[in-house]
């Protein structure tokens, strides 16, 4: 292979990661998945709690973060540089909190419930890690959501598709290299057992 083959095969394997990377961004997964879980738990009613849940516990951190790119305070959506996590993480954590009274108050699904709180327990985890050491949130929430997907569709074919797409988004954090191996794998292993603890402390 001539050193321009190699080079192009860089870049395509970079594009991909990039790719990757996008689709399965946290806000993507926190704002897509509370609408499922509700579906499943309680049919429209349930997808409709799944939607304050997405507009609470995704949208408002991704509003907060598009004006800090914007703004030129933050990097990225991705939040790449460590230093500028903790604000966007607050703001998470704060959303997530009232979307948690707010369900738990008026009732919603279960489920749905168990699902914000395994949200709420990985975000209590990996904040204070990061302020520390840049443990991958994307790792994180991408392992977080096929463990609760697992619990509203068939299990096994949903953990073995979950973990080859877990394995492609710690591998694209770390072609990017806006992670180490270890620090994917903490995210990993760190969004999985949040949300297996989560769900069980529920009994669902």
């Known amino acids: 292979m001539t050193g321009q083959e190699m080079a192009g095969d860089g870049s395509g394997a970079t594009a991909a990661a990039r790719w990757v990377t996008g689709l399965f961004a946290p806000q993507v997964l926190v704002i897509g998945l509370p609408p499922v879980v509700g579906l499943m738990a309680d049919g429209w009613r349930g997808g409709a709690w799944g939607l304050v849940a997405s507009a609470l516990c995704g949208g408002i951190p991704a509003l907060v973060i598009l004006a800090g790119v914007r703004s030129g305070r933050l990097d990225s959506h991705h939040l790449v540089d460590r230093a500028s996590r903790t604000r966007p993480l607050l703001v998470a954590v704060a959303a997530v909190v ?107």
Request: hydrophobic share 65%; net charge positive.
């Open 98 to 204: 009232v979307a948690l009274v707010l369900l738990i108050s008026l009732g919603a699904p279960r489920l749905l419930v168990a699902t914000v709180t395994a949200m709420l327990a990985a975000l209590a985890v990996t904040v204070p890690i990061t302020l520390k050491w840049k443990i991958s949130f994307h790792a994180a929430v991408s392992a977080g959501t096929v463990v609760v997907l697992a619990h509203v569709l068939p299990a096994a074919p949903t953990l073995v598709v979950g973990a080859l797409v877990v394995a492609t988004v710690c591998w694209a954090r770390v072609r990017l290299t806006h992670h180490t191996p270890a620090q994917v794998a903490a995210g990993a292993v760190t969004g999985a057992g949040t949300a297996w603890a989560a769900l069980t402390a529920f009994g669902v």
